[in-house]
């Protein structure tokens, strides 16, 4: 599966289960940013980081590692779809 699919496949999964942190998947809470990469494609992860890490970064947020960047008080369900959808639209401007 392209980068591209799986970030935006993993946005509609937050929208739609929800979202949690410092958890990759709390049951009836949703999933973090790398739980729900995980749960669309178990070995995407690593195909995806860097679009993520340069989307948080672009989008303006200072810490860019995925899951410390997920977890920081006063992050948002919002801003985590927001960030996903940036990483895929990055991932398919070069083909990915």
Known sequence: MKPSTILDKAADLIMKKGWCQRELHKAGDGYCIEGAV??????G???VIKFIENATGEIGWYERIPHVWNDVDGRTKRQVIAALRKAAKNARKVGQ
């Open 45 to 47: 992860f690593q195909k």
């Open 38 to 43: 995980r749960e669309i494609d178990a070995n």
